[in-house]
């Protein structure tokens, strides 16, 4: 990872197993991604799930060191966390950190939309902005959040088009290269 530039970041539950079992559980890891994350990278989307989680983020230019080691105390801090609260032993995530560098603007627009459709796509909810473990809501609204939220705005325009590009569609052959793996 390198300042400056764009990934999509994710990660997934070993063996299919659940990430977050509770609105607290999914609390808790978005306020540990604020205190490891925010202040080395700009979020422009993101989505947990119950097996799986998405961010797309920005890493700031002003960010130096070992750009890893943030996203291995949040998981590290996050898997302690979980593992005390549910009784449970050994390794919560199936990777130590999956990430795509995106390097151009259609394919960064196109990944804005893909994570904030993730919970709809996914059957979680019959409309993103239903969901709160997403950005969609945190990019439409006129509060503080932790989203780059007129960053992406800036993106697409007018608020009617962001709306109405967050809702169109993906179209998941053009992004196949950026998706999650095994």
Known sequence: MEPGKYYHVYN??????????????FRFFLKLYQTHICPIAETY?????????????????????????PFAL???????????????EGKLFKFKLKRKEIRSTPFFLEMIRYVNQNPWRHGVTEHPANYRFSSFRATMTTGPTMVAKELVQSYFGTRENLTTNLLTQVDE??????LLED
């Open 12 to 25: 997934r539950a070993k063996n299919g197993d659940p990430l977050f079992e509770s609105e607290e559980a």
């Open 45 to 69: 989307a993101y989505c947990l799930l119950s097996d799986h989680l998405h961010f797309l983020i920005r890493i700031r230019d002003e960010a130096e060191g070992s750009l890893y080691k």
């Open 74 to 88: 949040l998981f590290n801090a996050y898997s302690k966390g979980y593992n005390h609260h549910n009784l449970k």
């Open 173 to 178: 052959t053009m992004i196949k290269p950026l």
